[in-house]
């Protein structure tokens, strides 16, 4: 759609163009020759543009300079306040400004600069892929390190890139898991995870993050008071609603119910095997009474003394 896109001029003051505001340097190998770029983009406005193309020794440059400015490329129907890509815009100088001729051609018209970070990414030049000088400065800086300390200082890089390599990011999947698990909040379990987190198997991280929640329910405080089965529901070693859900469907008991066996066992299977195998309160049978004593039918009219007496009389 040929109208869809248009540019939106801003000030040398904006955030757009100030942060580009640097020299940005770049350089490539292309038929068997070496170009290099060199564009200062100046506070007050200004510019200087050179491409240098160089092959087997032999070099020509091209330079221009003149005026800047930044446009914000918009779209239809998009976002006014979304970032997006801007296009640099060149203009000759004015013959009061140009020191020579130099500034009669322009290296190049305009210029794209794609994404919010061209710092870190660049962006394309003319000829080569720009970056800011003090980017290529420290890089050259690093090598010329690298190369004095010579080997150990390359195998302590190569050690550490190893290590960070691998550090696997903890992950939503791992968090959910682990709560389930150990009927633990989702806090205390992302907690645990980033404190294994140098563990390179997921598998063994989990299980190591397992073995230090279930430590720390066994190394808490017996006071009622402190224990985590009497903390109120927003703490953070309340049980977990997805795990008191679990297990109320699996075992079809009520919420209460559910809440207090995992209060006293953190692991929903250990919780759901407590609550299968204990007796619903009202299904606990009543113990039965003893049947009432009946007394011994005695003949009438016939008292215990008098039989006695006829049982034994008188010598």
Same mark, same amino acid.
């Given at each position: 759609?040929?109208?869809?896109? !248009? ?8 955030? $757009? ?20 770029? /060199?564009?200062?983009? /100046? $506070?007050?406005?200004?510019? !200087? ?9 032999? =070099? *020509?440059?091209?330079?221009?300079s003149g005026r800047w400015a930044v446009h914000k490329v918009r779209y239809l129907?998009?976002? @006014?306040?979304?970032?997006?890509? &801007?296009?640099? #815009?060149?203009?000759?100088?004015? *013959?009061?400004?140009? *020191?020579?001729? &130099?500034?009669?051609? @322009?290296?190049?018209?305009?210029? #794209? ?5 061209? *710092? ?10 720009? !970056? ?9 800086? &690093?090598?010329?390190?690298?190369? $004095? ?15 960070d390599a691998s550090v696997e990011e903890v992950t939503e999947e791992d968090v ?19 404190? +294994?987190?140098? #563990? ?9 993050? $397992? ?63 407590? @609550? ?7 299904? +606990? ?8 004593? /009946? ?19 008188? =010598?």
């Open positions: 759609m040929a109208g869809a896109r !248009y540019l939106e001029q801003v000030s040398l003051e904006d955030v $757009a163009a100030t942060s580009l505001v640097n020299v940005w340097l770049g350089e490539s190998e292309e038929d068997g020759g070496l170009q290099q770029e /060199r564009l200062a983009l /100046r $506070a007050d406005g200004t510019f !200087y543009h050179r491409v240098c193309h160089s092959i087997e020794s032999v =070099g *020509a440059a091209t330079e221009c129907g998009a976002d @006014l306040q979304a970032d997006g890509d &801007r296009e640099l #815009v060149f203009t000759k100088a004015s *013959a009061a400004e140009a *020191a020579d001729d &130099r500034s009669n051609t @322009l290296i190049a018209e305009r210029l #794209v600069v794609c994404g919010q970070n061209p *710092a870190v990414n660049g962006f394309v030049g003319a000829s080569c892929r720009l !970056y800011p000088e003090q980017r290529n400065a420290a890089a050259a800086a &690093r090598t010329i390190s690298s190369g $004095a300390e010579g080997g150990a200082n390359l195998s302590g890089e190569m050690d550490e890139a190893g290590s959910t898991l682990l709560s389930e698990s150990t009927g633990q909040s989702r806090n205390r379990c992302l907690a645990a995870l980033l404190d +294994v987190a140098s #563990v390179g198997s997921g598998t063994a991280r989990l299980e190591m993050a $397992a073995e230090k929640l279930m430590r720390e329910m066994e190394e808490a405080p017996s006071d009622p008071t402190t224990s985590p089965s009497f903390a109120p529901a927003s703490a953070a070693t309340a049980p977990n609603p997805e795990a008191v859900s679990a297990l109320v469907s699996c075992t079809g008991r009520s919420e209460a119910a559910c809440r207090a066996a995992l209060a006293k066992h953190p692991n929903v299977d250990a919780a759901a095997e407590h @609550l299968l195998t204990e007796l619903e309160p009202d299904l +606990v049978p009543e113990p039965a009474e003893p049947p009432p004593k /009946r007394l011994r039918a005695e003949p009438a009219g016939i008292e215990t003394g008098t039989m006695e007496e006829t049982e034994n009389p008188p =010598g």
